[in-house]
């Protein structure tokens, strides 16, 4: 299979590496002249065959509109458009009525994995008609991680479906990191008592019940910066964890363990606090986020 790839960027190029030793083609595009594959979005429609497969990987909001309605000016009918970046839900029932107009057909799916994807695969959420997801099987099955199907991909649903699926994700998410920083702040303030903050996450790593990957993260930032001293308490939020309390809110579904966490990130954003460091240090490392030196 040879699809194409707009936007290169963190997730973009380590999904493009990833797919290409999976067996599938692929032609990317981007603005940066250094990691394109070809100089523009006539050359991605010239260089991928019919009925194409068109992956858009940008972020959300004002540059993915921008990203469909220039893809939508050279593709052909019969293409299918992916958005795989972390779109909100409603926006894709907007896109896809623009791309249905031009005879294009249009799917979601919620990426999950950061940038540690490209070596242990990428958590798929898809949402659209489903012939499309057949269509486009084989690139989700390069993504998704080794193992059975069902643990690395689903599809969620129609169209938008894949994007409010990772919105949920990244909520409970949100929260996770929360606890684990909570956690991190109180152990630190014990230094009487506990004489190896560390150690005592390193230790959960296996048999204890909140073992997982970010404590794995944690562990990991911890033993590079064991104060956290080189990292400001300040932690930006993307969009996806408001959106999940909007929803919230909208469906009276009680969810106040998210709600706090997304409260305690603008916490961050006035002083500098011990947890909100733990938390920024946790996004670093799983999604190379940018954080602020102390």
Not at 63 to 70: E, W
Not at 100 to 117: E, H, L, M, P
Not at 197 to 207: C, I, K, L, N, P
Request: charged share 25%; glycine share 12%.
């Amino acid at each position: 299979m040879h699809i194409g790839l707009v936007g290169l960027g963190k997730m973009g190029g380590n999904m493009r590496e990833r797919l290409r030793r999976g067996g599938v083609e692929v032609t990317g595009y981007d603005p940066n002249p250094a990691v394109t594959d070809v100089p523009d979005l006539t050359a991605l429609m010239a260089a991928v065959p019919a009925p194409r497969l068109i992956w858009i990987m940008v972020p959300s909001g004002a540059v993915t509109d921008k990203v469909v309605t220039d893809l939508l000016e050279v593709m052909d009918e019969g293409d299918l458009l992916i958005d795989g970046g972390n779109s909100r839900f409603v926006d894709d029932a907007r896109h896809a009525e623009q791309a249905a107009a031009k005879g294009v057909r249009y799917a979601d799916c919620g990426v999950s994995g950061g940038i540690w994807g490209l070596d242990n695969g990428y958590g798929l959420m898809a949402g659209g008609e489903k012939a499309d997801i057949e269509f486009a099987a084989p690139v989700f099955d390069a993504l998704r991680p080794e193992g059975p199907r069902a643990e690395g991909f689903v599809h969620a649903g129609p169209i938008g479906a894949g994007h409010y699926a990772k919105m949920v994700h990244n909520g409970i998410e949100y929260a996770q990191m929360q606890a684990l920083a909570e956690g991190y702040e109180l152990l630190a303030a014990r230094s009487d008592l506990i004489h190896d903050v560390t150690g005592v996450f390193e230790a959960w790593q296996r048999g204890t019940v909140v073992r997982s990957w970010l404590l794995d993260l944690l562990v990991k930032a911890l033993k590079e910066d064991p104060g956290l001293d080189d990292i400001e308490g300040f932690v930006e939020d993307s969009g996806e964890g408001r959106w999940t309390v909007q929803e919230a809110l909208d469906h009276a579904v009680p969810m106040p363990a998210i709600s706090a966490s997304i409260f305690a990130r603008f916490v961050s954003r006035q002083e500098d606090s011990p947890s909100m460091k733990a938390v920024a240090a946790l996004r670093k490392q799983f999604g190379g986020h940018a954080v602020r030196s102390a």
